[in-house]
């Protein structure tokens, strides 16, 4: 009688375990495109060290802050970055608003569609570009004519709109951190306004959670005296290489617990990421998967494609300091969003 | 028969009124230390206007701001803005780390401890004041010392801290506001750092949202190679006047649905705020209680104390534009948190 009970109690524990464990867990495996592996896991410690009472690297929910730089890291950087390509493409709206640009370089040059001549252009004429079709203009007009342009806009190679161009296994990684009582931040090089336009239908991140290279608004009136922010060409902001840490610093004023990037530019935010007490976390995402991405270092062969340059040197202090780098090709099952739906 | 039921079902309904209604109005005025009156009413209609679904003023949860001046607004500011003291008081301090500003001015006059040299100061000497006092250190060092000052600082009219002198009307609609799906913003003249010191314990308002007169900061790395951001005697935000419609579009990238102030220097913040469509909410609170707190305008035969002005042409501004001015003396049953507990 005792080793039937048993046996039935056995029994019973496996039907259990069957019927509610295996599957929960296989239903909730919150990085379902990422492999198994040593980034998957890391990831996966380092928000259950973080959240688990008693831990001693909890962290309090109210201080639960996640940097993530967007070009390479969230999605697509290459072959020009998004908004270069919206400045470019900006440019004729421009030169139709004010038909005298016509003559002037760098208009002149952007207008002939001559792509040799444009990737000529001096950084003094890229600042003209990006002050003529980034500024002037108020911040309402410039946040609808973005999302205009971003509703049209597609991706040379796959045709598609650059907001399906996101990476699945970095929006699961966004989602799962927010389930564990974090706020994602976007940390960018790339310009806070243009960013905000899509944050939060494309990532779920609202408007006052990007950090960006801000330029100065100046507030003033209209014509029938109605309050107006106009984006002013007066940057106070460059939030690229220290210009991050000291970016998180003025809009959120609080280190970052995790910190994910893929270029030299994200270099300074996951040093100060990682430099703070209890668990912190480092993540570099190394585009080596040229078939289903693109591949560029100039890291471990890699070309130097000069979009977001992932150097030796950065590489050798990830290894240093205990920072993941990321294989898109051998870490990540699927690589877009687009594919998972 | 039928004319008993209906008695039957009137009582019924008297009875659940009684047993429900009434008490549950009472047990949950969201603004107890309010007297009933317009200033409360538009307060409580603002809230009911955005947050009912299908209301023509409904405000989606994402889109819940409401901006709050500090000085005056949140707490006391007379007879000197607390950190202003702030400044003043770490001299000493100052001076014991660097002895050879002892002979220097203005260090050597704060040093004195003579009043009336003090008030004749420059712009410039305060401005050295407050470089020294607020720049040179990491952000750390600067957040552990301003913790440290106000655990020990009074006000030197009530003898208590001055985190204990906020106004218990406002702390009510900062937490009725919030449980209606708002965030709570300081948006204020003083530095922003200084303000996130204390904002989380003593409003409930994390670090993240406060927007404030902001420096740069610059990151490097101390002897030991390790990571550390400085704070620069450099504005990067006066967020004061039309720096505060500025500041919110920086660091928030949203227009509030609601804004409160006191003085001259919320007019732009609150003429931007009310400026949007649907349902708005501009408030300036009125210092017209000498015998509780202070009194001071220009406004109404008040006196000008220089120091959170209210001149004529706001007062007049609030009666064109709708917005409520909240009379301190009429409209507050408790003026001070440290009463209400």
Chains 1, 2 share one sequence.
């Not at 029994?11 to 069957?18: F, G």
């Not at 001693?56 to 999605?75: K, S, Y």
């Not at 564990?180 to 939060?200: C, K, L």
């Not at 030796?312 to 090709?329: F, N, R």
Request: glycine share 8%; proline share 6%.
């Amino acid at each position: 009688m005792r080793s039937i009970g048993r046996i039935r109690v056995l029994a019973l524990l496996a039907l259990v375990v069957l019927l509610t464990s295996a599957p929960a867990f296989a239903q909730t495996d919150p990085l379902p495109s990422w492999n198994e592996g040593a980034a998957k896991k890391a990831i996966v410690d380092f928000v259950q060290a973080t959240t688990t009472q008693g831990s001693p690297g909890f962290v309090p929910p109210a201080e639960r802050i996640a940097a993530f730089d967007q070009d390479g890291t969230l999605w697509v950087e290459h072959p020009m970055y998004t908004q270069a390509v919206y400045c470019l493409e900006r440019v004729p709206a421009v030169v139709k608003a004010k038909p005298e640009l016509a003559k002037v370089e760098p208009f002149k040059t952007v207008m002939s569609g001559n792509r040799a001549a444009m990737a000529k252009l001096s950084m003094n004429d890229l600042y003209k570009i990006l002050a003529a079709t980034l500024t002037g203009m108020s911040v309402e007009t410039f946040d609808a004519e973005a999302k205009q342009w971003l509703a049209g806009a597609k991706h040379p190679r796959w045709k598609r709109p650059y907001t399906e161009l996101t990476y699945q296994p970095m929006q699961e990684v966004l989602k799962y951190l927010r389930a564990n009582g974090y706020r994602t931040y976007i940390v960018t090089g790339g310009g806070q306004d243009f960013v905000r336009a899509y944050s939060e239908e494309v990532y779920g991140i609202p408007r006052e959670q990007v950090v960006g290279t801000a330029g100065a608004t100046k507030y003033g009136y209209d014509k029938s005296g109605t309050p107006v922010l106009i984006k002013e060409p007066k940057l106070l902001l460059n939030d690229d290489n220290a210009g991050k840490p000291e970016g998180i610093h003025l809009m959120i004023g609080r280190r970052p617990s995790a910190a994910f990037g893929n270029s030299a530019g994200d270099r300074q935010m996951l040093e100060y990421t990682t430099a703070g007490g209890g668990a912190r976390l480092g993540v570099l995402v190394l585009h080596d998967d040229a078939q289903r991405e693109y591949a560029y270092g100039p890291v471990k062969g890699l070309p130097d494609t000069r979009v977001g340059t992932f150097p030796q040197a950065l590489y050798d202090e990830a290894v240093k300091k205990g920072w993941i780098v990321i294989s898109m090709k051998s870490d990540w099952k699927t690589v877009f969003t687009f594919e998972a739906k």
